[in-house]
Every structure is written in structure tokens, then in C-alpha cells.
């Protein structure tokens, strides 16, 4: 049996299973303050029996270098009361179990990869739209670290030409991608959500716009097959068919291999996150129980 924690910025999806597609139990708590919080996830994961392993994708950042001495706290975060928390340490020491790493979109992108959209493909990315953006690589089966985790809501697109006055809501980069199309960034500027404004409201056009050139950008820097467009925005009705004839018009068929170029929702739809979790989890029970980071 394994545990799973799909950790987000207002819910945590908690479940139980015997391999990544097989949950048998879920539960949904809020996400308040981290005291609160992993307690609760933890009395409802141990109340469901004996697990072997734990694996949680959570809201970043996060520190996921195993070699660091502070692998699996949070890092810096606007959330009250997150920054510097050991979450994964947390865990480890309450349940007792070896605990599998990584960012929410990371362990979507995972998912996908492996059970959803990116069969039979080499590379995927996935690409949260929801309150803020964020995005996770996988390529050659493997998620992709180095100095951190990717964060692909942070690029700076070019201004659509009937958006040039609103400043942006990225409290460190003001018209970052995040601070410019996220959800929470629609909502500043036309006071609602993207998918309650009217089909032919320019914020359509202008959304699709900004996401259609970051898939351009992965394409272009990773040579990446799919990307995957996941979170509360990207289910507006026609937004990805937008982002797909937007990085088209982009791209003006440049880019080598471009026939092999997918735009995808989610073929797991919600639980992307938490599939890529139960993933964690099952990397962290057959590695030795003590290296968290998968042995690569
Ligand atoms: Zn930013």
C-alpha cells in the first residue's frame, strides 16, 4: 500500500492505493496553516492501514536536491506560515515511511507521461493554469532538476498590442507570464473568470495569446512532443484550441519536427497530481528507503 499527497495552495488530495492508477481511498482537506494542515493529512493517511511509502507533489517551491539540508521544505512563499517548512521531513518522521518528492507539476507532468497524453512520446511537459502558472518537464522519463525546478510561469512574454496597460500581478516580476495570464491575474483585471467572460471578450484572445507563445518557448528550447495544459483556466471552452492555432501562427512552421508537436487537456484530467504522487510514492518504495530522489 501507498500514501499520496497531492499538496495545493487551497486543498490538499489525499490518498491511499496499491500502485499509481489503483487509488482505493481519497480525501480532500484544505490547505491552511502547515501545522493544521499536515496534521490532519497525516492522521487520515495513517488511519487507512500500514503504508510502505509516501509520495507527495506539492505547491512550490520546494527544495528537492537531495543533497541539501533542507531537502523538502518549502521554500519562499507568499502562503503565511510556509516558508522554511519541513514538509517532507514532517512525514517521515510522523508516519515513519520513505517519502518521494516533488512539485505538484512535476509530478503531473509525470503522470501524464507515463499514463495519460504522453504515451508513446519521449518528452512532456505540463502546465498548470490556475491561480498562479507553473510547469513541470519530464524528458527521457525523468522530471527535470538542476539548480531547482523549472518555473515557467516566471518568462516574460511579448505584450499583446490591447494589453499594454495593466501593470501585472507577479509580486516579483509584475508582468511575468503568471502575473499577466493567471487566473488570479484575469481576475484583477476584468474582474471575473476567464471562462465567465463572453466568448467574444478580447481576454480570450489575449490569454490564449501569452500561453500560446510559453508553447512556443517549450518547444522551441526543449524539443519537447506534448505539452499538456492543466488547472482551473485551461478548462475554459476553446482556450487550448486557441494556445494550438496561437503557437502555430507563432511558430509560421519553423521549428523541425513540428508534426509531432501535441497541445493537450489532460488525459487524467483532475487526477494528474495525484496519479504523479501515487508515482512518487512507488520511486520512493523500491529505492533503498532512504535516498528520496528516484537514483538518478
Ligand atoms: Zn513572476
Given amino acids: 500500500m501507498l500514501g499520496a499527497i497531492e499538496a495545493g495552495g487551497t486543498k490538499c488530495v489525499l490518498a491511499v492505493g496499491s500502485a499509481a492508477g489503483v487509488i482505493?481511498?481519497?480525501?480532500?482537506?484544505?490547505?491552511?496553516?502547515?501545522?493544521?494542515?499536515?496534521?490532519?493529512?497525516a492522521a487520515w493517511i495513517g488511519a487507512q492501514g500500514h503504508i510502505d511509502a509516501l509520495g507527495i507533489a506539492s505547491f512550490g517551491p520546494v527544495d528537492l536536491d537531495p543533497q541539501s539540508a533542507t531537502w523538502g521544505h518549502i521554500g519562499k512563499t507568499p502562503k503565511p506560515g510556509w516558508t522554511g517548512h519541513d514538509l517532507a521531513g514532517y512525514f517521515q518522521r510522523r508516519l515513519g515511511v520513505p517519502v518521494g518528492l516533488d512539485t505538484d507539476v512535476n509530478g503531473a507532468a509525470l503522470a501524464e507521461y507515463h499514463h495519460g497524453s504522453g504515451r508513446g512520446a519521449r518528452s512532456l511537459a505540463?502546465?498548470?493554469?490556475?491561480?498562479?502558472?507553473?510547469?513541470?518537464?519530464?524528458?527521457?522519463?525523468?522530471?527535470?532538476?538542476?539548480?531547482?525546478?523549472?518555473?515557467?510561469?516566471?518568462?516574460?512574454?511579448?505584450?499583446?498590442?490591447d494589453d499594454q496597460d495593466f501593470a501585472g500581478i507577479c509580486p516579483y516580476h509584475g508582468d511575468c507570464l503568471e502575473g499577466l495570464a493567471s487566473?488570479?491575474?484575469?481576475?484583477?483585471?476584468?474582474?471575473?473568470?476567464?471562462?465567465?467572460?463572453?466568448?467574444?471578450?478580447?481576454?480570450?484572445?489575449?490569454?490564449g495569446g501569452y500561453l500560446a507563445q510559453l508553447t512556443h518557448a517549450i518547444f522551441a528550447m526543449t524539443a519537447c512532443e506534448t505539452v499538456v495544459f492543466g488547472g482551473g483556466v485551461a478548462k475554459t471552452p476553446g482556450l487550448i484550441d486557441r494556445i494550438r492555432s496561437g503557437a502555430a501562427a507563432l511558430d509560421a512552421s519553423y521549428l523541425p519536427g513540428g508534426d509531432?508537436?501535441?497541445?493537450?487537456?489532460?488525459?487524467?484530467g483532475d487526477d494528474a497530481g495525484i496519479v504523479g504522487a501515487m508515482m512518487l510514492a512507488e520511486h520512493a518504495a523500491s529505492s533503498s528507503g532512504v535516498t528520496p530522489d528516484r537514483g538518478h
Avoid at 481511498?25 to 501545522?35: N, Y
Avoid at 498548470?128 to 507553473?134: P, Q
Avoid at 487566473?183 to 490569454?207: C, E, F
Fill in 183 to 207: 487566473g488570479l491575474a484575469i481576475m484583477t483585471r476584468w474582474g471575473k473568470l476567464l471562462s465567465d467572460l463572453p466568448t467574444d471578450h478580447v481576454a480570450h484572445d489575449i490569454i
Fill in 260 to 268: 509531432r508537436h501535441h497541445i493537450a487537456a489532460p488525459a487524467l
Fill in 126 to 161: 505540463y502546465v498548470t493554469v490556475g491561480t498562479g502558472i507553473g510547469g513541470g518537464l519530464i524528458i527521457d522519463g525523468q522530471p527535470v532538476h538542476g539548480a531547482a525546478h523549472p518555473e515557467m510561469g516566471h518568462i516574460f512574454p511579448r505584450r499583446a498590442a
Fill in 24 to 41: 482505493k481511498a481519497r480525501h480532500v482537506i484544505a490547505t491552511r496553516d502547515p501545522q493544521t494542515t499536515l496534521a490532519e493529512a
